[in-house]
Nanobody
């Protein structure tokens, strides 16, 4: 089974950019669908973006569409979330998730494998 480790979070001013990485090990990453979710303080975890095994299908939450880009490098066993034009409301712990299969999904229950999360804080 795959293990996921996120990195790249931090503190950034509004309007800035960050790139999150999700390093996978212990499995054949290209066999997995992948997604990013986030959880803000006091709120439920929510969907951010998802990508299928070869990057040919993508989907984004309306709140990040046009600002965030999900991608993956199967040769490097790593997924990415490029976040531009960040807003204070993007402040959250960001989690990557993966599941064997060729699909995209915004539903948490579709993913069995999760990272520990990385904190993103956007100051105004």
């Amino acid at each position: 089974q795959v293990q996921l480790i996120e990195s790249g979070g931090g503190l950034v001013q509004a309007g800035g950019s960050l790139r999150l990485s999700c390093a996978a090990s212990g499995g054949t990453f290209m066999n997995y669908a992948m997604a990013w979710f986030r959880q803000a303080p006091g709120k439920e975890r929510e969907f951010v973006a998802t990508i299928n095994w070869d990057g040919g299908r993508l989907s984004y939450a309306d709140t990040v569409k046009g600002r965030f880009t999900i991608s993956r490098d199967n040769a490097e066993n790593t997924g990415y979330l490029q976040m531009n034009s960040l807003k204070p409301e993007d402040t959250a712990v960001y989690y990557c998730a993966a599941q064997p299969g060729s699909f995209i999904s915004s539903e948490e229950y579709r993913y069995d494998y999760w990272g520990q999360g990385t904190q993103v804080t956007v100051s105004s």
